[in-house]
C-alpha cells in the first residue's frame, strides 16, 4: 500500500519561500516518477510539476522558474522549493503516484 505524507507548508508574504516535503511509505521515489498537484480555493485539482523516472523535472508554466523539485533517494523523500510565491500560489499541495494523494499541506501567500 502506498502512502504519502506532505509536510512544509505555511503562510508566508508574497516573495517568500517555502520547501514542500513529500515522504512515501510502500513506494520508492528514485527511479520513479511522483507528482505535485494542487487545489486553490474553489477550484479543482492542477498539475504543478512531476519528476520522472530519469530524475528530470518538469513544471507547469505558471510555476517554471520559481519551483525546483528534487528527491532525496537516501530518505526516500521527494522536495518542492518554492520561491517568489505569489497570492496565487496559495493552495493546498499534494504529493500524488499514481491515484494515491497525501492528505496534502496549505500553503498560504498574503500581505
Known amino acids: 500500500e502506498v502512502k504519502l505524507v506532505e509536510s512544509g507548508g505555511g503562510s508566508v508574504q508574497p516573495g517568500g519561500s517555502l520547501r514542500l516535503s513529500c515522504a512515501a511509505t510502500?513506494?520508492?521515489?528514485?527511479?520513479?516518477?511522483m507528482t505535485w498537484v494542487r487545489q486553490a480555493p474553489g477550484q479543482g485539482l492542477k498539475w504543478v510539476s512531476t519528476?520522472?523516472?530519469?530524475?528530470?523535472?518538469v513544471y507547469h508554466s505558471y510555476v517554471e522558474g520559481r519551483f525546483t523539485l528534487f528527491r532525496d533517494n537516501n530518505k526516500n523523500t521527494v522536495y518542492l522549493q518554492m520561491n517568489n510565491l505569489q497570492p496565487e500560489d496559495t493552495a493546498v499541495y499534494y504529493c500524488q503516484v499514481d491515484s494515491n494523494r497525501g492528505p496534502g499541506t496549505q500553503v498560504t501567500v498574503s500581505s
Open positions: 519528476l520522472l523516472d530519469t530524475g528530470k523535472a
Open positions: 510502500g513506494y520508492i521515489f528514485a527511479n520513479n516518477p
